[in-house]
């Protein structure tokens, strides 16, 4: 016997609705992988910036700046340090702005904010420097890799208007450098130690 047209509808409508819904639980969940900064940054494949770098100057002072992921790759904290200037900030992802921003300090008493783009294979990360006088600067890095060891990163004033200036402030070249685990002080063998006693008899 047939259904009557409203059952039919009615279960039509319904398997309709579950449909949307499935597709709706799929797209959530694929757009929050996509949300956070690890997704972000495998999707633009800079990966390869995650780790120790060091630099020298012209003047001979070394530079060495380290970027480190935290929160399950949500966050990535970057250490900068020179002979007598130092920095510490995050990098993260904010979804409802929809862009990657930076904020940080320094030991000069200098806040900085900024925000992370991308141009081909080039990461650019644009920041404003607030001075302890208040005096304010803007820059733009240009940071690409040159091969496994090597990273370039190109620094530019930033004009009011937000156009970067025609020629750049400084070029350098940076090596990758190892990170050195610490040994714990539990995973030291202690002076009156059993080990140290065999050794000795």
Known sequence: ???????????????CLVAVAILLVVWSAQAAAQQSLGGIVKEYGFD????????????????LITYKWALDKHLVTIDYKGSDYEYHSMVFYVPAEDEVVQ??????????????????????MKVEQT?????????????SKVDDQTMKAELYAVKESGELADEPLSIQQYKRKEIKTEKKAADKPSKGSKKNKIKKD
């Open 1 to 15: 016997m047939n259904q009557p047209k409203t059952a039919r509808l009615h279960t039509s409508l319904k398997n």
């Open 103 to 124: 904020v940080g300090v320094d030991n000069k008493g200098g806040t900085w904010k900024g925000t992370w783009d991308a141009e081909g294979d080039k990461a650019i």
């Open 131 to 143: 001075q302890a006088n208040g005096e304010i600067k803007k820059m733009a890095a240009f940071l």
């Open 48 to 63: 390869w910036i995650i780790g120790k770098w060091m630099t020298k100057t012209d003047e001979g002072e070394k530079i």
